[in-house]
């Protein structure tokens, strides 16, 4: 994690999701890499959590995309689109009781042994991103780290008043 999403880290990635100001994505690319590396080895792969076809269609971008490839870009990694996600709606606009049952993710085919660094942009329970690493591990990843730009304070799936819906 790099920042809070109350402080700083969430001012740039409203700023991408929400007005699609790319300028920080190399920056924050190579601040994700720096994570990745102090979370062990160089890994295989790096790959995002997805969003759905239908936000993804609506904002024009795959904001984690753009994140992704900035980090394995850095890292000197390939970078695949190794999840898909079903249709349904977003995590944040679920109850808690539903973000704790995460999105339906499932593998695309990949190198089995691989190891996996998946980034995303925010972190609110930690289902989503545990939801990837299952599916990737069920495909035979050997192992999967995690690297993310922002993580809210709450720490019970909710945002502040102050902080918009994603």
Do not use: C
Not at 134 to 163: I, K
């Amino acid at each position: 994690m790099l920042g809070r999403y109350e402080g700083p880290a969430g001012v740039l990635v409203r700023g991408l999701k929400f007005a699609n100001r790319r300028s920080p994505v190399r920056a924050l690319g190579a601040a994700l890499a720096g994570a990745s590396r102090r979370n062990g080895e160089l890994p295989d792969v790096v790959t995002w959590i997805p969003s759905t076809v239908e936000r993804r269609n609506r904002r024009g971008i795959e904001h984690a995309a753009l994140l992704a490839r900035a980090t394995g870009r850095e890292l000197g990694v390939p970078v695949r689109r190794l999840l898909l996600r079903a249709p349904g709606p977003p995590q944040s606009t679920r109850s808690l009781r539903q973000r704790r049952r995460g999105p339906t993710l499932r593998p695309r085919r990949f190198t089995p042994g691989a190891s996996v660094v998946v980034v995303d942009d925010v972190v609110t329970t930690g289902t989503s991103l545990s939801t990837a690493a299952a599916a990737l591990r069920a495909a035979g990843a050997f192992r999967v780290s995690a690297v993310v730009v922002a993580a809210t304070t709450a720490g019970n799936g909710t945002r502040s008043r102050s902080s918009p819906r994603r």
